[in-house]
């Protein structure tokens, strides 16, 4: 006990010392009782609806393997790194994008991304891969941790999971289901509320860029989310040069994808290959962003000098990531040390505030005066249990309690959606809408 109790004192001295005492006693230790409650609810998973869409996902799964098979000209293993590889490059003479750590030719994501515009097979790779992650990674994954009982899934949530101060969701993780894709957002259909209430989604809107813009202070960013325009469009009308109202949905989602990469630190590899266009338009891109939002560009200088000096990078309330690698001498190493001293701050920061929210939240269904219970966290996305009848009272309070959390220089917005599943959502300003 007495060696206890001077651990705990060398520990909290030292949390005292490097400034985040305060962060886990006011913000870390309450959590833990609001994500323990969140993690025996649960949330409702409809079995019959998963068991079919898994039958679905097989007969997916055989027509795709026909199709690949034709367009490699013999069968193929579509998971097998080494027979794709042996297709791809020497088969049919696609080009070696990148290598992989052991020089090996690399068959990965991004790979395939790139090679999708020279060739139809890399493509319909894609597509098995992602229906094949999804029928053993959640669907049978979620029918395997399915309650019998009370029909729920109970996911665990670790606090301690990520160096930016995110949460993470564990056996099942809940929180990388696909949401882009028709077949990611099917297995969201799979999520439900019980008779007599609906599913509500609380979303901070484009939260991480709205902490870029509170701690970059760039004008012309700060500028966008005081008007409210949006600013995908209002990017891609500064870096395409042309007037917002032409701006063409190609050109937002190219600008959406800038806004994202500039606070992730993507390279100009990485964004064409998401873009689909050439590595230099990918690279101009970004060069035009920075020119249009110097603001930005200053910040993420500043902030890596800083970063550089005290060896570690800060978030909104204090959360330190330490970051000895910033003077490596290895290439990459040293580079992703930069992405990471960048992007913290700014997704550190978006955590911060969605723990700030769950904690006020929480706090007030306490109380019992609402017919809520709080069952996820999504990333920047809550989700709740309402009875049906108070929905819309209940998105208006908590829309208010979410964005009123933490106080930013620009305004912090929050969507509120309401359905019988997590997919089929609607605005419950239109609550007479919702089925």
């Not at 964004?271 to 035009?288: F, M, N």
Request: charged share 25%; proline share 4%.
């Amino acid at each position: 006990r007495v060696a206890a109790a001077r651990g705990r004192e060398a520990l909290v001295a030292k949390m005292r010392r490097t400034k985040v005492l305060d962060l886990f006693e006011k913000v870390e230790t309450p959590l833990c009782s609001v994500l323990r409650d969140m993690e025996r609810l649960g949330i409702l998973l409809d079995e019959a609806y998963l068991r079919e869409l898994s039958k679905e996902f097989g007969l997916s799964l055989a027509g795709l393997q026909k199709e690949i098979d034709v367009l490699a000209g013999s069968s193929l293993n579509p998971q097998s790194p080494k027979q794709l590889g042996e297709v791809l490059f020497d088969k049919l003479g696609l080009s070696v994008v990148h290598k992989t750590a052991k020089g090996g030719r690399s068959t990965d994501e991004e790979t395939l991304s790139v090679l999708a515009a020279s060739h139809a097979l890399p493509g319909k790779v894609l597509e098995y891969r992602e229906i094949a992650k999804l029928e053993s990674t959640y669907v049978q994954g979620l029918l395997q941790r399915l309650d019998p009982a009370t029909h729920r899934v109970h996911t665990s949530f670790d606090q301690a999971g990520t160096l930016t101060g995110r949460l993470s969701s564990l056996d099942p993780n809940l929180q990388n289901i696909p949401a882009r894709s028709e077949a990611g957002r099917r297995i969201r259909r799979a999520f439900i509320a019980p008779k007599g209430k609906l599913l509500v989604s609380a979303d901070y809107s484009q939260i991480d860029l709205r902490v870029l813009a509170h701690e970059s202070e760039d004008p012309t960013l700060m500028e966008s989310f005081v008007q409210g325009v949006d600013i995908h469009r209002r990017t891609a009308s500064e870096i395409f040069h042309v007037p917002v109202g032409d701006v063409t949905t190609d050109q937002r989602r190219a600008a959406k994808a800038v806004n994202f990469g500039i606070v992730y630190g993507q390279t100009a590899f990485g964004l064409s290959a998401q873009l689909g266009v050439s590595q230099q338009d990918a690279g101009a891109y970004i060069k035009s962003y920075l020119e249009r939002y110097p603001g930005v560009s200053a910040w993420v200088e500043r902030n890596l000098e800083k970063a550089r000096r005290d060896g570690c990078v800060r978030t909104l309330l204090g959360r330190v990531r330490w970051l000895p690698d910033l003077a490596a001498q290895n290439a990459s190493l040293r580079q992703f040390t930069e992405r990471a001293a960048r992007n913290t701050p700014i997704q550190g920061g978006s955590a911060d505030i969605i723990k700030l929210a769950m904690l006020g939240v929480a706090a007030e269904l306490s109380k019992g005066k609402r017919h809520a219970q709080m069952l996820l966290q999504v990333h920047d996305e809550l989700i709740f249990e309402v009875e049906k009848s108070e929905v819309p009272a209940f998105a208006s309070w908590v829309r208010g309690a979410m964005e009123q959390a933490v106080k930013l220089r620009v305004p912090v917005v929050v969507d509120v959606k309401a359905g019988a599943n997590w997919q089929d959502m609607q605005g419950v300003w239109a609550p007479e809408k919702i089925k």
